[in-house]
T-cell receptor, first 115, second 117 residues
Framework: TQLLEQSPQFLSIQEGENLTVYCNSSSVFSSLQWYRQEPGEGPVLLVTVVTGGEVKKLKRLTFQFGDARKDSSLHITAAQTGDTGLYLCAEHANAGGTSYGKLTFGQGTILTVHP | ETGVTQTPRHLVMGMTNKKSLKCEQHLGHNAMYWYKQSAKKPLELMFVYSLEERVENNSVPSRFSPECPNSSHLFLHLHTLQPEDSALYLC????????????????FGEGSRLTVL
């Protein structure tokens, strides 16, 4: 089973600051997903990256997939209090055409944005 | 509004009780999942149902018993639980695309917070 390492584990910043969180593995990802989980809620999918070197943007969020597909980062510009939550990366283990998805999750980064 | 609804949102039970968690998805998906989320641990996959057939059981103790009567509903029956089973139980669904492939992108419910006394 692939182990996903996320860093940092905790991040506490002021509104308006920029931040980056990371997701790393010793193995190659087939594809990688990022989720955000707000307190008391379930995780919500933010993005899926598939191709090495890929960059995707979602408003103030920028997602990068490493060229070797062994790491990914999430950069937030001008953080807002609404960005507070647990950020999870997950690898889709069954990308080879099986009938269901099977995700392995990292332990997450807990982000707190203070007003 | 979430397309995946879980009930109850909170459950407190004794070790000798029998209870069930319910999940319903309104997204037309045909794969459903139970995940366990404990403090300081990554989400753990428990069970997967694909086209109403159980295809994954990740060494889950028999005191947890899943049931999938149709593609929209998923249950987790709980019996003789232990205090260490206290956690957030998350249901998720996903879509199987043509050719039997799955995008792997999960849609989660809000979870059922379980406390075992």
């Amino acid at each position: 089973t692939q182990l996903l390492e996320q860093s940092p584990q905790f991040l506490s910043i002021q509104e308006g600051e920029n931040l980056t969180v990371y997701c790393n593995s010793s193995s190659v990802f087939s594809s990688l997903q990022w989720y955000r989980q707000e307190p008391g809620e379930g995780p919500v999918l933010l993005v899926t990256v598939v191709t090495g070197g890929e960059v995707k943007k979602l408003k103030r969020l920028t997602f990068q997939f490493g060229d070797a597909r062994k790491d990914s980062s999430l950069h937030i510009t001008a953080a807002q209090t609404g960005d507070t939550g647990l950020y999870l990366c997950a690898e889709h283990a069954n990308a080879g055409g099986t009938s269901y998805g099977k995700l392995t999750f990292g332990q997450g980064t807990i982000l707190t944005v203070h007003p | 509004e979430t397309g995946v609804t879980q009930t109850p949102r909170h459950l407190v039970m004794g070790m000798t009780n029998k209870k069930s968690l319910k999940c319903e998805q309104h997204l037309g998906h045909n794969a459903m999942y139970w995940y366990k989320q404990s403090a300081k641990k990554p989400l753990e996959l428990m069970f997967v149902y694909s086209l109403e057939e159980r295809v994954e059981n990740n060494s889950v103790p028999s005191r947890f018993s899943p049931e999938c009567p149709n593609s929209s509903h998923l249950f987790l029956h709980l019996h003789t639980l232990q205090p260490e089973d206290s956690a957030l139980y998350l249901c998720a669904s996903s879509r199987i695309t043509s050719g039997g492939r799955n995008t792997g992108e999960l849609f989660f419910g809000e979870g059922s917070r379980l406390t075992v006394l």
